[in-house]
């Protein structure tokens, strides 16, 4: 999970946008946007990050927040 690439994508697109890259991406198609990442689950991964913090940020959470909960999450899961 690379940060930089989240907070790109975050800035550069909308919740519709990132929504329909995750339905493509889900059917092992080609997203219509760029996404960045060293194989195609650390992409996915970046994807939903970033549909996490944007619905976080609508609800009126700070980015940085955002992707604090978001890391947590995935800590909790992992552990």
């Given at each position: 999970m690379q940060i930089p690439v989240i907070?790109?994508?975050?800035?550069?697109?909308?919740?519709?946008?990132?929504?329909?890259?995750?339905e493509a991406m889900m059917e092992e198609q080609k997203p219509a946007i760029e996404v960045e990442g060293k194989d195609e689950g650390e992409c996915l991964t970046h994807v939903?990050?970033?549909?996490?913090?944007k619905e976080k940020m609508e609800q009126g959470t700070a980015f940085?927040?955002?992707?604090?909960?978001?890391?947590?999450r995935v800590r909790k899961s992992i552990s």
């Open positions: 907070k790109k994508l975050v800035e550069q697109y909308s919740l519709a946008q990132l929504q329909s890259a995750e939903l990050a970033s549909i996490y913090i940085n927040q955002a992707l604090r909960d978001f890391s947590q």
